[in-house]
């Protein structure tokens, strides 16, 4: 697909960006070299081809969910400016 420079500035107008014909020009050419590359990608035949996240079959090594740290909590609220029913008190900040 190429493009005009009528369309390439319309898109500018839509982006609201000042180009001049030196620019719409250089635009132009890059967008049609742009929509060739996906003309080419789409043309590519890939029934029977399953998507995939990533282009090497890798497995993330997982461990197990277990909790490892006991509960300070107790411990922390200790060394708190204010604490009240178990809750960290802090200035107000929005009126």
């Known amino acids: 697909m190429s493009l005009s420079t009528l369309d390439v500035e319309k ?6 960006l000042a180009m001049d014909e030196n620019e ?3 635009a132009r050419n890059q967008l049609s070299g742009i929509f060739g590359l996906i003309a080419e990608m789409q043309a590519v035949d890939t029934d029977g081809v399953e998507p ?15 909790v490892t740290d006991s509960n300070q909590r107790v411990l922390f609220q200790a060394i708190a400016p204010q604490v009240e029913a178990g809750l960290y008190l802090v200035p107000q900040v929005i009126e």
Request: hydrophobic share 50%; charged share 30%.
């Open 24 to 26: 719409v020009e250089a």
């Open 11 to 16: 898109i500018a107008r839509l982006a609201r």
């Open 52 to 66: 995939m996240s990533h282009s090497q079959d890798l497995a993330q090594r997982l461990r197990v969910d277990v």
